[in-house]
T-cell receptor, first 111, second 114 residues
Framework: SQQGEEDPQALSIQEGENATMNCSYK?????LQWYRQNSGRGLVHLIL???NEREKHSGRLRVTLDTSKKSSSLLITASRAADTASYFC???????????WGAGTKLIIKP | NAGVTQTPKFQVLKTGQSMTLQCAQD?????MSWYRQDPGMGLRLIHY???????DQGEVPNGYNVSRSTTEDFPLRLLSAAPSQTSVYFC?????????????FGEGSWLTVV
């Protein structure tokens, strides 16, 4: 069963706009990670947020975590064409050795 | 620094054939894993290893076999390929198995079973 579920499944915005995608999960976690996957490539780590953190920033990325709602959001500000990719969240609900991955949000940035 | 290297990139197999997907990492990571990625689904863990000589099953281990004789290598064997194993396979590694570590992925192996 899927622990992390991203929402929306697909998102198309104009270059320069902000993109927000969400991840919901079912059980308590220690860590939540976000990854990016360009078409035909492997996944690349973006940011990790721990259960005792509420917000983290990395460049144009902002991640929030609401453990009471069991959800996280990834905000990409001032989007660029190069941000076109699929974005996945992963959580560690069941085991430190087995991350559970969502199905991803496909983000398309229109020039 | 090569990171995680997977071969082959593409492979077509006939039903019943066996093959091995190779994976190597040069970061001295303890933890290595194999995932499969199917359309509309998240990554699903097939097998993982927390160190040389130690392997364990993930969520979808049936039809696959692994071994870890060295820290660097973690091959995935398909014992008797089935069309349901048509997928994209990713090898990944991290410093340890702790969920707070960054995971490094290979570029993927596209497998088609006909």
């Amino acid at each position: 069963s899927q622990q992390g579920e991203e929402d929306p499944q697909a998102l198309s915005i104009q270059e320069g706009e902000n993109a927000t995608m969400n991840c919901s999960y079912k059980t308590s976690i220690n860590n939540l990670q976000w990854y990016r996957q360009n078409s035909g490539r492997g996944l690349v780590h973006l940011i990790l947020i721990r259960s005792n953190e509420r917000e983290k920033h990395s460049g144009r990325l902002r991640v929030t975590l609401d453990t009471s709602k069991k959800s996280s959001s990834l905000l990409i500000t001032a989007s660029r064409a190069a941000d076109t990719a699929s974005y996945f969240c992963a959580t560690d609900a069941y085991s430190n050795y087995q991350l559970i991955w969502g199905a991803g949000t496909k983000l398309i940035i229109k020039p | 620094n090569a990171g995680v290297t997977q071969t082959p990139k593409f492979q077509v197999l006939k039903t019943g054939q066996s093959m091995t997907l190779q994976c190597a990492q040069d970061m001295n990571h303890e933890y290595m894993s194999w995932y499969r990625q199917d359309p509309g689904m998240g990554l699903r863990l097939i097998h993982y290893s927390v160190g040389a000589g130690i392997t364990d099953q993930g969520e979808v281990p049936n039809g696959y076999n692994v071994s870890r004789s060295t820290t660097e290598d973690f091959p995935l064997r398909l014992l008797s390929a089935a069309p349901s194993q048509t997928s994209v396979y990713f090898c990944a590694s991290s410093r340890t198995g702790y969920s707070g570590n960054t995971i490094y992925f290979g570029e993927g192996s596209w497998l088609t079973v006909v």
